[in-house]
């Protein structure tokens, strides 16, 4: 690890949080799949009480858990559980005939279903955020209705496309959704501070307390996660945990070569989308260069992971704040422009 570098991303990270009265704190890890470049955090981890922020604090990534679930789902392909083509009757012979027939999970993940994101419209309704729901339940009335277009022919975000593939790996595993995750990727990759959580996220142990504003008092923005769906945003890990889980998805040791051409192939390119997430081409390190492009957001948190899928130089930004989109993706680009600067200054060392 380069001294010049570490001492410039610790000043970078002091900034994002003295020059930005909106945000408490920040973490920050990047790496180059070989050698851990640097790990730091800036801030506080909450307000209500003594508690720095560290490398290791825990955050909700909400819309990141798409790929966390896509890569679960691939597991139960390989093992023969599930055919991301078959029709979703074949799993959900309860699902309504008609959609049932021609939705398939590959459709679901990539959000070229058709689906209409009904759950986001319900969630607009705060009564309606801590409400629990048997899974068939919530698909019923939130993932059931008429397509908005031809499944392929377009793509919408659609948190409702998650509420059926929960249903549907449930259903087919015998397992909860966090149990499948607990046994598939926490428990082998030995993960120390991840798994799926319902309900208030604040409740997790060590996790970030995330904010809405901190002027003139701090504003908590919770925004609760009921279980139904936990696979649209339900995930919390740390920087090192969700480091491992990339680097063990992405360098071969959780999925087949076959699966991880699946999880990282987009389906919609104008939209970069794959399944779960998108993979981009993008400047980076001084030339274009394909990266696995994760973000997540929820109001009170927001955070990203890139990951150079050649060469696997990676960067995790998280923040309990709503920060600007903009300047979190200029961060995180300046990291990771500066892991190839700090590789080239290395390499005669290795």
Known sequence: MSTNFT?????????????????????????????????GAAGKRRLDQPADMTADSVFAIFSTTKAITGTAILQLVEDGKLDLDAPISRYLPDYRADTGARLTLRRLMSHSSGVPNQILAARKDPATRGIELDQMEAVRRYASGDLAFAPGTAWDYSHSNWLIAKAIVERVSGRSYAAL???????????????????????????????????????????????????????????????????????????????????????????????????????????????AWEDGSNGGFRMLARRVLADGHTVIVFTNASFDYQKLGDLGTALLDASYADGARQSPEH
């Open 7 to 39: 001492a410039a991303a610790d000043a970078i990270l002091d900034g994002v949080v003295t020059s930005n009265p909106r945000v408490p704190g920040v973490v920050a890890m990047v790496t180059d799949r070989h050698r851990n470049i640097y790990e």
């Open 181 to 291: 995750v607990d046994r598939l990727l926490v428990k082998p990759l030995g993960l120390k501070d991840s798994g799926v959580y319902r309900g208030d996220s604040g409740a997790v142990k060590g996790m970030a307390q995330g904010y809405a504003g901190l002027d003139p008092e701090p504003v908590r923005k919770p925004n609760p996660v009921p279980d139904f769906m936990a696979m649209a945003g339900g995930y919390y890990t740390s920087a090192p945990d969700l480091m491992t889980l990339m680097n063990a998805v992405l360098d071969g040791k959780l999925l087949s070569p076959a699966s991880r051409r699946a999880l990282t192939t987009t389906l919609m390119p104008d939209q970069h989308y794959a399944l779960g997430g998108r993979v981009r081409v993008e400047p980076i390190g001084g030339r274009e260069r394909a990266a």
